[in-house]
């Protein structure tokens, strides 16, 4: 579903400076990870209009996704993965895989990444290889679609 939005794409060297002129008003939207600016929005330095995660966040119950909002597929999530060397042997794959896990299902880990609105997510390498692919596959899709080129 397009939306006719015209947007101008303005690179940052990191979020620190955009958050920085985005609260100045030298721009007029960002977006970026709820942790980043949720603390912002509750001091009413932002608006936050919506999340493109697939659920709402815990600590903003309020705030819509952007599929409740009206653009049905619009779910684009930040997510971070351990990943090792093609060709790394399988048990050692496994070991590390599984010392991840663990560390992932400790409550000291989950309520370190829970003051960013993370969500750890743990499973198999297999698992991690299938969303990788899924993903690659999806935004090969989204580049298409746009047309967009690399300069």
Known sequence: MGTATDIVYVPYPGAN?????????RMHMIFDAPG?????????KLRALATSSDKRV????DLPTMVESGYPGFVITF????VAPAGTPEP????LNAMVNEGLRSPEMRQRLAQFQVEPLSGSSQDFGAFIAAEAK???AVIQA???KAD
């Not at 400076?17 to 008003?25: R, S």
């Not at 980043?36 to 009413?44: N, S, T």
């Not at 050692?92 to 070991?95: D, E, M």
Request: charged share 15%.
């Open 36 to 44: 980043a600016l949720l603390g912002l929005a509750g001091e009413g």
């Open 146 to 148: 746009a047309g967009i």
């Open 92 to 95: 050692i794959v496994a070991r």
């Open 138 to 140: 999806k935004w090969a």
């Open 79 to 82: 997510w971070t993965g351990v």
């Open 17 to 25: 400076p955009a958050i920085t002129d985005l609260v100045a008003g």
């Open 58 to 61: 815990p600590d903003a119950p």
